[in-house]
């Protein structure tokens, strides 16, 4: 289905258990498109992306990847159908080699084991080490990397640039700057940081309570310092 | 985009880890060493063989896929039961195709609660796994007529092996046979626990719900490992079948899915020769604890747990690395 959206969430409510955090929330992003998530703590956009891929209660509405319905499927039926996700904790298998992380999760496609360790070439150096040897900044490519070994259509990550030094954030910032540029794949990036998430794509999706309150051009809301305050209450990082 | 990464020191590392290390040679080195050392005790070393294959089975679902259970002795007394009752019942003696049929008959009992049970986790599963021996156990007591019930089964007889290699009174050609069976069955272990599949199981082990994001299958798996140990452990029941012309139904008992649990855990988990240094301390530590006193054996079994699991918690192989790594040399 070319012209179907890639990922289209409609009047999706979801939580955890009877808790609802998401409330009748609408996204649809188109082929190839790239989205930043900006929002406080707690505004829903670890669950946004959790709900995408199978790991909340969804509560009502219609969840749909590259035209398939997919609210009903379990996660590794969502991951096989194209839904790469890396998330927040980065989760990285400890006594795995940095290699078997990546070939774990191997699926035929264009990203295979050269490729991702050209992306990440400070992986390349530490494919023989174990994932519970790696520095944060490295976990997080080994996270990105995994995700992107399943060869996904729509790629999900979930702040990417929490918790890493400056210096580490740049560099995973060219990683993934290259990664829009030249993969093709749909990403949803959940972001703390403005800076990063303006400079990554160039639609902005700002949430808070569970509901999208911004949903426009980053480089609207970059401008706008007022605006963004408005929508998320604090100034840019 | 700068020059390609140089790979080649790792990919070369990465090779090295999978390939069979001197170290390796080490306890097959000593099993035959052990066969011309202690000719007296060829019978128990046979059961000492026995016994690591059977705790290797478990590493293989414990140690590598996390699948904690207490009724391994259901796959065990399933390959005895299956060897014992082809010779005692059918008159099928041949030891090759008899151990085939243990391990094929373990491996569809294995399959068959495995798709149930694996859909649980932690204490639930463990309470199954108990019920699941028990209950088999029970079947085996009440259906006396083909299982012999608590007086056990009688008239078993295996033929010579290949015709050629009869058992003879002290169990020597026995200890050769349960020596060829473990290596052969070590080989495919070894390579299930360094193949992608092995990897997914580890990945399955350490965090279940990155392995369902990810996209794997992870019953399927769990499955497909659980019926490969109960296989395993099966033709461990075969052997032992075959090796004592005996089956009661202490083979499917609680104890002996306890004792396997133990000889695991005092060996080292994850890690293959776990099972070889548990079972062997665990045999012989019996066999001399029994001499000493016949009714507080188990004292001391017991007291070694308690030191490993609170000195050891890697096990005795694992304290073995450790300490070659505290004093220099190169981890085995």
């Not at chain 2, 473990?182 to 997914?200: D, E, K, M, N, T």
């Not at chain 2, 104890?255 to 070889?276: E, N, P």
């Given at each position: 289905m070319a012209d179907a959206p890639a990922l289209e969430l409609a009047a999706v409510s979801a939580g955890y258990g009877e808790t609802v955090v998401l409330e009748s929330l609408d996204l649809r992003l188109a082929q190839g498109e790239c989205v930043s998530v900006i929002g406080r703590n707690g505004v829903g956009k670890t669950t946004l992306l959790a709900t995408v891929m199978g790991h909340t209660v969804l509560h009502g509405g219609a969840i749909s990847l590259n035209g398939a319905d997919i609210a009903a499927a379990p996660a590794h039926r969502r991951a096989r159908a194209g839904l790469g996700y890396v998330p927040q904790e980065r989760e990285i298998f400890p006594s795995l080699t940095v290699r078997e992380n990546l070939t774990v999760a191997a699926k035929p496609g264009p990203w295979d084991l050269s490729r991702i360790l050209d992306l990440f070439p400070h992986l390349a150096e530490r494919q023989a080490n174990r994932g519970n040897q790696l520095s944060g900044g490295e976990q997080q490519m080994l996270a990105i990397g995994r995700a992107l070994m399943g060869n996904p259509s729509v790629l999900l990550m979930d702040e990417p640039s929490e918790g890493l030094a400056p210096v580490i954030v740049e560099e995973l910032q060219r990683s993934m700057v290259r990664l829009r540029d030249e993969a093709g794949l749909t990403i949803v990036l959940v972001e703390q940081n403005t800076r990063v998430a303006f400079a990554f794509a160039e639609r902005t999706i700002v949430m808070n309570r569970g509901r999208v309150t911004f949903d426009g051009a980053s480089a609207e809301l970059d401008a706008d310092h007022d605006l963004l305050d408005r929508l998320i209450g604090v100034g840019a990082a | 985009m700068g020059a390609p990464p140089d790979i080649s020191a790792a990919a070369a590392f990465m090779e090295r880890r999978h390939r069979w290390r001197p170290a390796e040679a080490l306890p097959w080195l000593a099993a035959v060493a052990a066969f011309f050392l202690f000719p007296d005790y060829t019978a128990f070393g046979t059961q000492v063989l026995i016994m690591i294959l059977f705790a290797l089975s478990l590493d293989l679902i414990m140690g590598y896929a996390g699948i904690v259970t207490l009724g391994h002795a259901a796959y065990f007394g399933a390959g005895a039961y299956a060897a014992g009752m082809l010779s005692a019942h059918l008159g099928w003696g041949e030891p090759l195709t008899g151990l085939m049929i243990a391990g094929l008959t373990a491996a569809a009992v294995g399959f068959v609660s495995g798709v149930v049970l694996l859909r649980y986790h932690g204490l639930t599963l463990l309470m199954l796994t108990l019920a699941t021996a028990i209950m088999l156990q029970e079947l085996a007591?009440?259906?006396?007529?083909?299982?012999?019930?608590?007086?056990?089964?009688?008239?078993?007889?295996?033929?010579?092996?290949?015709?050629?290699?009869?058992?003879?009174?002290?169990?020597?050609?026995?200890?050769?046979?349960?020596?060829?069976?473990?290596?052969?069955?070590?080989?495919?272990?070894?390579?299930?626990?360094?193949?992608?599949?092995?990897?997914?199981?580890?990945?399955?082990?350490?965090?279940?719900?990155?392995?369902?994001?990810?996209?794997?299958?992870?019953?399927?798996?769990?499955?497909?490992?659980?019926?490969?140990?109960?296989?395993?452990?099966?033709?461990?029941?075969?052997?032992?079948?075959?090796?004592?012309?005996?089956?009661?139904?202490?083979?499917?008992?609680?104890?002996?899915?306890?004792?396997?649990?133990?000889?695991?855990?005092?060996?080292?988990?994850?890690?293959?020769?776990?099972?070889?240094?548990?079972?062997?301390?665990?045999?012989?530590?019996?066999?001399?604890?029994?001499?000493?006193?016949?009714?507080?054996?188990?004292?001391?079994i017991g007291l070694l747990l308690v030191l490993t699991v609170l000195f050891a918690r890697r096990g005795l192989l694992g304290l073995i690395e450790d300490l070659g790594a505290r004093f220099g040399k190169a981890k085995p």
């Open positions: - | 007591n009440v259906q006396e007529e083909i299982t012999g019930g608590f007086d056990g089964l009688l008239g078993i007889s295996i033929d010579p092996i290949f015709g050629l290699f009869e058992n003879d009174l002290w169990g020597r050609t026995y200890y050769w046979y349960a020596l060829i069976v473990l290596f052969a069955l070590f080989l495919i272990a070894r390579r299930i626990v360094y193949s992608p599949f092995g990897q997914s199981l580890s990945g399955i082990r350490e965090n279940v719900g990155r392995m369902h994001a990810i996209g794997s299958p992870v019953h399927r798996r769990l499955v497909t490992v659980y019926t490969i140990s109960a296989g395993m452990a099966g033709i461990a029941g075969g052997l032992f079948a075959q090796s004592n012309a005996f089956v009661t139904l202490d083979v499917l008992s609680f104890a002996r899915s306890g004792a396997v649990l133990i000889m695991l855990i005092l060996g080292g988990t994850g890690r293959l020769y776990g099972a070889f240094v548990g079972a062997t301390v665990y045999m012989v530590l019996e066999d001399e604890l029994a001499k000493l006193s016949p009714e507080f054996w188990e004292f001391g």
